[in-house]
Nanobody
Framework: QVQLVESGGGLVQDGGSLRLSCAAS????????MGWFRQAPGKEREFVAA????????VYVDSVKGRFTVSKDNAKNTVYLQMNSLKPEDTAVYYC?????????????????????WGQGTQVTVSS
C-alpha cells in the first residue's frame, strides 16, 4: 500500500503562485511516476502533469505548459507542483496519484484510470 498526502493549496489572486507538495509513504518502491490531476466543480477530473521518478521526464497538459512545473525529491519521496501565473480557471481540487511500474509499458500517464493510489486532494482557489 502507498499513502499519498497533498499539501500547499489555498486561496491566491489571479496571477499569483502556489506550490503543492505530495508526500508518499508506505510501499513506494514500485512507483514509476507521480501525476497531478484536478477536478473543478461540475467538471470531470483532468490530467495536469506527471513526472517519471527515475528519468525525471515530465508530461503536461497544454493549458498549464509554461506556467506549471512538476519536480521531485526522491530522497524525501515527495513531488511538487509549482504553479505560477495562476488563473481563475485553475481553481479546482488538486490530487496527486501514483503510477506503478507494472503499467509502465502499456499505461498512459495522462489517464487517471492507470494510476493505482490517490491522495485526498487539496483545494486551490484563484480569485479574479
Amino acid at each position: 500500500q502507498v499513502q499519498l498526502v497533498e499539501s500547499g493549496g489555498g486561496l491566491v489572486q489571479d496571477g499569483g503562485s502556489l506550490r503543492l507538495s505530495c508526500a508518499a509513504s508506505g510501499r513506494t518502491f514500485p512507483i514509476y511516476a507521480m501525476g497531478w490531476f484536478r477536478q473543478a466543480p461540475g467538471k470531470e477530473r483532468e490530467f495536469v502533469a506527471a513526472i517519471r521518478l527515475s528519468a525525471g521526464s515530465t508530461v503536461y497538459v497544454d493549458s498549464v505548459k509554461g506556467r506549471f512545473t512538476v519536480s521531485k525529491d526522491n530522497a524525501k519521496n515527495t513531488v511538487y507542483l509549482q504553479m505560477n501565473s495562476l488563473k481563475p480557471e485553475d481553481t479546482a481540487v488538486y490530487y496527486c496519484a501514483a503510477f506503478l511500474s507494472g503499467r509502465a509499458l502499456y499505461g498512459d500517464l495522462r489517464k487517471g484510470s492507470d494510476y493505482e493510489y490517490w491522495g485526498q486532494g487539496t483545494q486551490v482557489t484563484v480569485s479574479s
